[in-house]
């Protein structure tokens, strides 16, 4: 079994449903007292807050990759940033380690694929709904059609990830507008919705909608196990 190198942190809520998923699968394939070989570096997400909001993106690259070759030097095979927004700097965190990196728009873009869908809205905070590191890779290398909210929209999902996605914060207030934001994101063709930010599936339930919703959290997971195991190759 491959060694997982989890860059988490960024939140905690979300890297401990990586960690917790990890072993559900592990010990489901393995049986026994199986469970994953992997290691975590948790990092101060208030350090790379403030960073995405400055626009300081240097910074947080630096923080990045100095987190990545620590997951190399702990014996990692590959990395998994536990992130949707953070993978605007994967690239920067693959050449510092040396390592594989498992790219969370692959590990999705698989399971629409598999489910025959091509055109699906992203939700996300305003930099992976805006801009073009996520979805362009999920369109040029996957073919798959992208729609954003609108600008209004974009501000709502936006200030939930960042300040109503919490137990003590989220309400049927933001439950709503997540319901009336997807709704929208239908009316323009979208034949599933990919919840681009790995805090948005603590909350958002797919039993809740009729509306495929893709959880970038789970699918990156289950995508680790799967190169843990042999099961799938990374390609970068």
Sequence with gaps: MKTIGLLGGMTWESSLEYYRI??????????GFHSAKCVLISLDFHEIEISQHQRRWDNAAEIMA??????KDAG???VVICTNLMHKLAEDVRQATGLPLLHIADATAAQIKACGLKKVGLLGSLFTMEEDFY?????????????????R?????HEAVYYELKPSTFSQKTMRNFRDVISRLEEKGAEGVILGCTEIPLFIKQKDFDLPLFDTTTLHAQAAA?????????DD
């Design 66 to 71: 100095d987190a990545g070759r620590r997951l």
């Design 226 to 234: 799967a190169v843990a195991l042999g099961e799938l190759e990374i």
């Design 22 to 31: 990890l072993n559900e699968i592990i010990t489901e394939k393995l049986g």
């Design 76 to 78: 990692a095979d590959f």
């Design 135 to 151: 979805k362009k890779r999920l369109v040029d290398k996957h073919g798959l059609q992208i729609i954003i909210p609108n600008k």
């Design 153 to 157: 929209d974009r501000m709502t999902i």
